[in-house]
């Protein structure tokens, strides 16, 4: 089991920038893809980033490339998503999932078998 906690969410002003943090704990190792993925307010949920737990590898969505990076640091079990430059179209409820010895499909919502319990976003124009 995995169990996975994201914070850091609020209100920005257009332009602005938030960092979401993703804290792990249980039995995560350096096999779990950890993703984030957002759902706004009568959309289906979207992917936006993900990583490997070793880092070596990233993805991000076409939305989000060249304002949103993940990082994360093993010490403290956690995973980044900073935003920059935001934009209205960014508000939503915004979740992380890992998945185990994912290869393929980092997109695909049901790949990943476990959930944080999200955070809201929303940025104003």
């Known amino acids: 089991q995995v169990q996975l906690v994201e914070s850091g969410g609020g209100l920005v002003q257009a332009g602005g920038s938030l960092r979401l943090s993703c804290a792990a704990s249980?039995?995560?190792?350096?096999?779990?893809?950890i993703g984030w993925f957002r759902q706004g307010p009568g959309k289906e949920r979207e992917f936006v980033a993900a990583?490997?737990?070793?880092?070596?590898?990233?993805y991000d969505a076409d939305s989000v490339k060249g304002r949103f990076t993940m990082s994360r640091d093993n010490a403290k079990n956690t995973v980044y998503l900073q935003m920059n430059n935001l934009k209205a179209e960014d508000t939503a409820a915004y979740f992380c999932?890992?998945?185990?010895?994912?290869?393929?499909?980092?997109?695909?919502?049901?790949?990943?078998?476990?959930w944080g319990q999200g955070t809201q976003v929303t940025v104003s124009s």
């Open positions: 990583i490997s737990w070793s880092g070596d590898r990233t």
């Open positions: 999932a890992a998945a185990w010895d994912l290869t393929t499909g980092w997109t695909e919502p049901y790949k990943y078998n476990f």
């Open positions: 249980g039995r995560i190792s350096s096999r779990y893809v």
